[in-house]
């Protein structure tokens, strides 16, 4: 069975700091590609970041550009989101989600975990 199991988050003042850990488990790590979402209340979900396990390409939403860092460690099957300069429209539910590198659509989802930027 496939889980990502997604933690880290939690009440930050604007300004601050926050990392994301999404790890998982029952899928080869280095064959997917992982990626952040997240979800405000009332709005759609979009995406944050991503990144290819295997050759560390990464992409970046222009919204977090230069204030998010997304990485991974293949030998702990765990993808990270280090979050900086929060501001309070980062405000959300961010969700992490697993994609073969192969597909165009996220194949596994885990749940969320909230973010909350108080200003």
């Known amino acids: 069975e496939v889980q990502l199991q997604a933690s880290g988050g939690g009440l930050v003042q604007a300004g601050g700091s926050l990392r994301l850990s999404c790890a998982a488990s029952g899928l080869t790590f280095d064959d997917y590609a992982i990626g952040w979402f997240r979800q405000a209340p009332g709005k759609e979900r979009e995406a944050v970041s991503c990144i290819a396990t295997t050759d560390g390409s990464t992409y970046y939403a222009d919204s977090v550009q230069g204030r998010f860092t997304i990485s991974s460690d293949i030998a702990k099957d765990t993808a990270y989101l280090q979050m900086n300069s929060l501001k309070p429209e980062d405000t959300a539910v961010y969700y992490c989600?697993?994609?073969?590198?192969?597909?165009?659509?996220?194949?596994?989802w885990g749940r969320g975990t909230l973010v909350t930027v108080s200003s």
């Open positions: 989600a697993a994609r073969i590198v192969t597909a165009t659509v996220p194949n596994y």
